[in-house]
């Protein structure tokens, strides 16, 4: 999955539904549910608005 606006932002995920759930929380900015630090990274690196990445990056910091 590619970011249309930047080809170099990408993300490998190998099923279609999960692609579609993260393609709809990064143009919706809304935060993922899920607790895989790996998905919640592909958020971050599909993403340009930084205040997402901040709050996503904030939930993985929790998780930690």
């Known amino acids: 999955m590619y970011n249309p606006s930047n080809f170099k932002k990408h993300t490998h995920i190998q099923k ?7 393609k709809r929380n990064v ?5 993922p ?4 630090i790996w ?3 592909s958020h971050i690196r ?3 608005d ?5 709050l996503v990056q904030s939930k993985i910091d ?3």
Do not use: G, H, P, Q
């Open 33 to 36: 549910k899920t607790n895989s």
């Open 39 to 41: 998905l919640l990274e």
């Open 16 to 22: 279609l539904e999960i692609a579609y759930v993260v």
């Open 27 to 31: 143009e919706k900015n809304l935060l």
């Open 50 to 54: 930084e205040d997402y990445i901040e």
């Open 46 to 48: 599909v993403s340009d």
């Open 62 to 64: 929790s998780l930690r």
